[in-house]
């Protein structure tokens, strides 16, 4: 009898053990996602079930499907995304991978998750940080800080069309933001496949979202990856807001920023220089 | 005599300090030789910076010629990286920053070389943007754009790796940083020669890369203070 006490207090004393051993491993495996903790083994059930067929069992984008579809499915072996709340060469944030995942890519062939409740897009999002070591060793990177969007008013479109030119997003983006600028047709991605900048003209949604907010996320992160840079260096947090109000004047959706742009054109077209290679005219 | 033993007795005080300052480059050798090929290398082609106004009417009088394989008299390679691969480990970290020029839509010097944990600055001197966009795979990739007149950019690599550079606006900028542990490196010239100094008495592992021959390896052991000559001959192939 008393030595049945004692191996049960055995046994149980080496299950907490284990335990405990289990929950640090655990730990590096889940995220937070609002109030939602996914984990990465619930994740791989929803994984193989709904991700496998396109990004491959071992998660490096070769699955099954993925010899018929362009752009090629992400490899999450690289540990780089384009979708980022943080700096270029940094990892993202749970959020930003769970956001990218449930919004889907737009003109690729990753649709939005949003029929998989939030705690399977959870799990799943813990599970995709297994397939690369980076997650280990490193943390997600501090998101940028973005000041509070500012008035809209016509010197910020003006100052945000300077800056495109003086960026030069034209040499990708077109003059108009056609995605047809002089380096447009030779873009290549980090796998050395051919690549499409932007085409404004489209008016559809942004790679990474369709707020204004998601805008200056993109131009201020840079898509990695891809071409599109980081222009951190070299934008000034307030200033990123003015070329977000220009750039939405390149769509044909009903804007206010795309309104003002116009009124202030139908008297004043005659001062902008163009914009492309400098010229006599700049 | 008596300062005789005085010295051995102030040695033998000393202990262990005096064996760390003995390792003191004075028995220190040198490997150095040439690089060269047989075979057939590609021909170095004119770029055409055409897109780049700037840039074409800079190189007007000598285009650039691609770089991926350089060739010189004698059958010389450029732009081959010599380095110790092994049995240099605990080198000392290079605390002088390298510099990286993006010049005339072109990437000066071609491949760099730098020590992990090395300050990197990478300037702009063009009249107009690039993006330097290092593909990186074991260290995070990156790509930063740098307009014309913006301040250097300061940066580092944490772990070694070959690592290609581009710019994806001016698709044939084309470069390398090779991110190394040991301090003892050096990358040939137009004619192919390289000389690694200062090696403490040991065996090494001595690798040499070209972007697209690949590495060849050789072991070396040095002694003292020779002058070991040792020579790498890659087969070139045209594509």
Known sequence: MRLHTRLVALVSGLGVLLGTAGVTVGSAQETRIGGVTGHAAAGKKVYRRYCILCHGPDGDGNGENAQWIDPKPRDFTLGVFKCRSTPTGTLPTDEDLFNAMSRGFVTTNMPPWLPLSRQNRADVVAYIKSFSPKWKTTKAGTPITIPQEPALTIESIRHGRELYQKMECWKCHGAKGHGDGPSAATLTDNRDLPIRPYDFSTGSRFMCGVTNRDLYKIFMTGLDGTPMPSFADDIKPAEGWDLVHFLRTLQPLDTPELAMWRAWLATHAGELKPIGPAGPGQ | ?239
């Not at chain 2, 010389?76 to 380095?83: H, T």
């Open chain 2, 1 to 239: 005599m008596r300062t005789a033993y005085i010295a051995v007795f102030a040695m033998m005080a000393l202990g262990t300090s005096v064996t760390t300052v003995r390792v003191a480059p004075s028995a220190a050798g040198t490997v150095s030789g040439k690089v060269t090929y047989t075979g057939t290398p590609p021909k170095m082609k004119p770029i055409d910076m055409a897109k780049e106004p700037n840039c074409a009417k800079e190189h007007a009088a000598a285009p650039v010629l691609t770089e991926n394989v350089v060739t010189g008299p004698g059958n010389s390679l450029r732009w081959v990286v010599v380095y110790v691969s092994a049995g240099d480990e605990g080198s000392t970290p290079g605390t002088e920053p390298v510099r990286l020029d993006q010049k005339g839509c072109q990437y000066i010097p071609h491949v760099l070389v730098v020590q992990q944990d090395q300050p990197l600055d990478i300037y702009n001197d063009d009249p107009h943007a690039h993006n330097i966009h290092p593909l990186a795979k074991v260290n995070p990739e990156w790509n930063r754009s740098q307009p014309a007149g913006a301040p250097p950019i300061h940066t580092k690599w944490e772990k070694p790796e070959f690592i290609p550079v581009k710019c994806n606006v001016h698709p044939w900028m084309h470069g390398w940083h090779i991110v190394v542990a040991t301090s003892h490196y050096a990358v040939t010239g137009e004619d192919g020669q390289f000389s690694l100094k200062g090696l403490p008495p040991g065996k090494y592992t001595l690798t040499a890369w070209q972007e697209q021959f690949g590495t060849l390896s050789q072991d070396v052991t040095i002694t003292g203070t020779e002058t070991k000559a040792v020579n790498f001959v890659f087969k070139a192939t045209p594509y």
